[in-house]
Antibody, heavy 116, light 110 residues
């Protein structure tokens, strides 16, 4: 059974760096073909793909946010970490992590509010 | 990499069929058979309904089907039920291991 859960701060100030952790179970990120992605959703708005990391440590980023994002993995801890620098109120959103390239399993999401 | 285009809303009566379109470009939807569809109820995480254009995950009703023609993918829901009322999002591979979502469609069951 695959499960994922996001964790991190619920409130960050403008210009700060956001660090989110996705802790998962039921699969290994050392298995060929496996990936974990991050997707966000501002309140009342659409989903937006942010980043994806593969089993071989290949990393991909949304072109519009690439300069601000870093995705890493800790295979021994079954975790994927996303950092986003220079946070702005427009980055207020629910952040989800999801399994695979079809995003077949999702975490419950974590709402991050950017406000001073 | 621009968001895929979906109608803002669609509606249908119970028992009817509806189709939601998802229009991209020759760089994403048109080039790959890697469109997925997600159902999202209010306050919930998205749920995968269709992947690789037309495949249904285990447990998803066969009332849901996917197809593609050119740069446009479509999700059809037949035998509409009240529980189908939700937001629906498409997502396509856009090459170079990049992904793009649609703007979402609100389905109302009348």
């Amino acid at each position: 059974q695959i499960t994922l859960k996001e964790s991190g701060p619920t409130l960050v100030k403008p210009t700060q760096t956001l660090t989110l952790t996705c802790t998962f179970s039921g699969f290994s990120l050392s298995t060929s073909g496996v990936g974990v992605g991050w997707i966000r959703q501002p309140p009342g708005k659409a989903l937006e793909w942010l980043a994806l990391i593969y089993w071989d440590d290949d990393k991909r980023y949304s072109p519009s946010l690439k300069s601000r994002l870093t995705i890493t993995k800790d295979t021994s801890k079954n975790q994927v970490v996303l950092t986003m620098t220079n946070m702005d109120p427009v980055d207020t959103a629910t952040y989800y992590c999801a399994h695979g390239t079809s995003f077949d399993y999702w975490g419950q999401g974590t709402l991050v509010t950017v406000s001073s | 990499q621009s968001a895929l285009t979906q109608p803002a809303s669609v509606s249908g009566s119970p028992g009817q069929s509806i189709t939601i379109s998802c229009t991209g470009t020759s760089s994403d939807v048109g080039s790959y058979n890697l469109v997925s569809w997600y159902q999202q109820h209010p306050g919930k995480a998205p749920k995968l309904m269709i992947y690789e254009g037309s495949k249904r995950p285990s447990g998803v009703s066969n009332r849901f089907s996917g197809s593609k023609s050119g740069n446009t993918a479509s999700l059809t829901i037949s035998g509409l039920q009240a529980e189908d009322e939700a937001d629906y999002y498409c997502c396509s591979y856009a090459g170079s291991s990049l992904w793009v979502f649609g703007g979402g469609t609100k389905l109302t069951v009348l």
